[in-house]
């Protein structure tokens, strides 16, 4: 695996590799790699020839009290995973490569409107716009054949999918299912906030997933009792805060009231001072991905 820091050197190295036919896999990431990030890299890797993978903690994504400058970074030991999950190229530039002028000083933004206002959105404002506009950057830079991204960030997925549609931009999109700590804990960087205690707490994320589940194949399909009985369950937890808990058409990201596949029941719960998001797909009569 070679491990490459600047933008003329990765856009070369991809050149060189598709001039030999061979099609190309991106991973973005902002490292601090586990299980979930890994199973992308594996799944890229059994789909195309060459994978690269990017870590780069995007400052423009993240809020001014947000966690940017304490996001947990160890790039010796995501070089040694990536390299072990396949990864043939590891791109991960430093902030001023990909803002050479600052990224306060940036004019051009890629925005996606409406479905960014929601969810997540709506606490993180500005939030998928840095999102939107690194990924365009990242494309631009490897124009990758397909891109992998995680159905844990469910808002993301639905964002850039959009984006690449609305903008014909050149590459596919692969979704690939969350993963898990046994205890049904979606796996985050983020988690390692969690102090003993708020590990524990954290678990009613997943719970209340699974609750939701269960009354949606007992045939509830009204949305306010879903998030009701949500609520009551995470309301029993005095180390969670609830951000939003949503149930919404899972292409549009539009708030339902009476639920119809495919749905997306999302929720963030704030354990402690550490965020955390999780979500549901919905699809009637179809296995769900989801192991609970
Ligand atoms: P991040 O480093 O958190 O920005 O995540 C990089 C990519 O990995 C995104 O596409 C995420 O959706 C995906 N990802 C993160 N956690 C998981 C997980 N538990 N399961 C599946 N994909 C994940």
Redesign the pocket.
Known sequence: MQIVTRIDEVKNLVRQLRRQGKTIGL??????L????L??MRWAKAEQDVVVATIFVNPLQFGPNEDFAVYPRDLDRDSKLAAAAGVDVLFAPPVEEMYPQGYENMLAFVDVRKITERLCGASRPGHFRGVATVVTKLFNIVEPDVA??????AQ??VVIRTMVRDLNMNVRIVT?????EPDGL????RNVYLAPAERQAALVLSRALKLAKEKLDAGERSAAALIAAMRELIDREPLATIDYISVSDAATLEELDTVRAPALVALAVKIGRTRLIDNLLWEEKQHVSHAF
């Open positions: 991973v973005p990431t902002m490292g601090y586990h299980e979930g990030h199973t992308l992998y991204f995680g159905q844990k960030d993301q997925v690939v299912p969350i993963v898990r979606a796996m985050s960087s």
